[in-house]
């Protein structure tokens, strides 16, 4: 008979996801290396990667990805879930096909985008954004204008999210740090001059996932990526995999010799971006977000902080030519060490946004929120 599998509890779950992330200590390693391990960076937020990696890495500066990006070995792309990550190059050609049924899914269930689909050619469609993407970086509004002057008793608007069937990349300047730039839009093929591999393995998607996000389930991962199918993926695993069991008794997966550390480990404070990898790669977010939590997105513009490896508060910067402020809003009692440590945590962050500002300011939320 074969031992029971082993219980492992929140703060065991949660101890383990911050060591995969990087966040129990900042890691030296290249941008670029810590973006693969993490199996790409939210990136709907221009600043987000670069908030992303400065808390992870030690020593990051914004050019070691900056530089990559305008030199096209790392791009921002629509990958899991639908929604736009920071990846490389290497990884888009990997990655893309795996994720596109779950892009499928999400770009063809809404009912008025189904409605015109029905209707519509796709395969001239999708051959017609093509070419206009090809012919220069487009925004999706000027590819529905596009549309309508091709199909002028079409919904245009509809018909345009039909873009994010091919494998488009954000072209740059857009999400270099320090530039701005139009939120536009062209081919994988014709911005790297590589097509997605449609022999990718999903096998080595997931294997990843586990590095980086496990022990998790298999609806963690169908979350994580978009992609449904997951929990045959993991039965055929399950010779290359360990297992365990979380509190309420569900089978976790993982991949051998990956990080379980002490609970007891010490976490420090950390600022994380307005959307990150680390809340967003479960269905189950209580190892990482407690719950009876405050909504960390009812409000745009806010990043989260962790106070003893779990989300506690949120951030804001204010950047001025003159001065920047923080301002950070607890979402339950911290401690006064905790509080301390958030500010000087704060200061730093202050300090790589806005380097050229002299005078820097940290706010907390009032006293009797912190106690």
């Not at 400065?54 to 990805?65: E, G, I, K």
């Not at 063809?108 to 993407?133: H, Q, Y």
């Not at 929990?231 to 569900?250: A, I, N, Q, S, V």
């Not at 405050?294 to 779990?310: A, F, H, N, R, Y």
């Amino acid at each position: 008979m074969s031992a029971a599998p082993r219980v492992l509890g929140l703060r065991e779950l949660n101890r383990a996801l911050l060591e995969r992330q990087m966040l129990l200590r900042r890691t030296r390693v290249p941008a670029l290396d810590a973006v693969e391990h993490l199996v790409g960076l939210q990136a709907q937020e221009p600043r987000d990667p670069y908030v992303a990696l400065w808390t992870r890495l030690d020593r990051f500066r914004a050019q070691a990805l900056a530089e990559p990006m305008t030199e096209r070995r790392a791009v921002r792309m629509t990958l899991h879930r639908g929604t736009l990550h920071l990846v490389t190059a290497r990884d888009a050609v990997a990655l893309r096909a795996l994720i596109q049924p779950g892009i499928a899914r999400t770009v063809l269930g809404s009912s008025p985008v189904r409605k015109v689909f029905k209707s519509a050619d796709v395969d001239e469609l999708l051959a017609f954004l093509r070419s206009e993407l090809e012919r220069e970086p487009r925004t999706r509004a000027q590819l529905v204008e596009a549309i309508h002057e091709r199909w002028p008793r079409r919904d245009a608007s509809s018909l345009g999210y039909a873009m994010y069937l091919l494998p488009t990349v954000q072209a740059t300047p857009r999400g270099v740090w320090g530039k701005g730039g139009r939120s536009a839009f062209t081919t994988m093929e014709h911005w790297l001059g590589r097509s997605p591999d449609a022999q990718a393995d999903p096998a080595d998607m997931v294997l990843r996932y586990l590095g980086a996000f496990g022990p998790a389930t298999p609806a963690d991962a169908q979350y994580w990526c978009g992609v449904a199918g997951m929990r045959e993926l993991f039965e055929r695993l399950r010779p290359r995999l360990r297992t365990f069991r979380d509190e309420r008794g569900r089978e976790l997966f993982d991949v051998p010799g990956a990080p379980l550390p002490n609970p007891d480990t010490d976490a420090p404070v950390r600022f994380l971006p307005e959307y990150d990898n680390i809340v967003l790669g479960h269905k189950d977010r209580s190892r990482i977000v407690p719950q009876g939590s405050i909504p960390m997105w009812t409000e745009v513009g806010w990043g989260t902080v962790l106070v003893d490896g779990s989300v506690a508060a949120r951030w804001k910067a204010e950047i001025a030519e003159e001065a920047s402020t923080l301002r950070i809003e607890s979402f339950r009692t911290i401690s006064r060490a905790d509080r301390a440590a958030a500010s000087e945590e704060g200061n730093r962050l202050l300090a790589f946004l806005a380097p050229d500002v002299g005078r820097r300011d940290v706010r907390l939320a009032a006293a009797s929120r912190w106690s």
